[in-house]
């Protein structure tokens, strides 16, 4: 049985394209395009991470080109020419070992669509994007069925048979539940596997 990839470390890219503060702007828009994007680190020393350049640090250039109003910080950066005048610091980063949760909620609260993962002493290890989140809803429904097997009715205080079905990441239980108040403690644990989209409960008290 596979288990859920649970953490950044699972569905993170390890090969990283990255630039250094010297960097200059057209380097950086050349790297995005090649790469396919929406921003890059920038890295210091031994490959510290000390800012993000993204699309929308880029495109301050194009948006005050005709304009003297707005921030001063904002038209500030659309003067900029290196990626260090460019970026947004500190960088909005994540550990490997963080759930997924956690960086969906970072990506979420910062509105960054992807975050450095970095070690303890803020290295870069690699990257993770939302697009690397949404991959568990790719899991095998039976696959995620023999992880709520397994994992989740396999630890439960009570023997009492339950089937499980999935179908499009929708877990059904069915069966009889020996105690009602189980079931939000039941639905918690579901939910916990990864890939699983909503839960349906067909269970009859004992």
Do not use: C, N, Y
């Amino acid at each position: 049985m596979s288990e859920s990839p649970h953490r950044v470390s699972d569905v993170m890219t390890h090969t990283v394209v990255a630039v250094g503060r010297e960097a200059p702007f057209k380097e950086v828009v050349e790297l995005l395009d090649q790469w396919k994007v929406s921003a890059v680190p920038v890295l210091a020393g031994e490959g510290r991470v000390v800012g993000v350049v993204s699309e929308a640090d880029l495109l301050r250039k194009e948006e005050f080109r005709d304009s003297d109003e707005g921030d001063p910080v904002e038209r500030a950066k659309a003067g900029a020419v290196t990626a260090g005048e460019l970026m947004s610091a500190p960088a909005v980063t994540v550990h490997a070992d963080a759930t997924l949760g956690e960086a969906a909620r970072i990506m979420a609260r910062r509105h960054v669509k992807r975050l450095p993962v970095v070690d303890s002493v803020g290295l870069l290890q690699g990257v993770v994007s939302r697009s690397d989140l949404l991959k568990v809803f790719l899991r095998d429904d039976e696959e995620i069925a023999e992880e709520i097997r397994g994992s989740v009715l396999g630890r439960l205080p009570f023997t009492t048979p339950l089937t499980v079905s999935v179908t499009e990441g929708v877990v059904t239980l069915g069966g009889t539940l020996p105690d009602r108040t189980l079931l939000p403690m039941l639905a918690r644990a579901v939910r916990s596997v990864e890939g699983v989209v909503d839960i349906r409960l067909d269970l009859a008290p004992r």
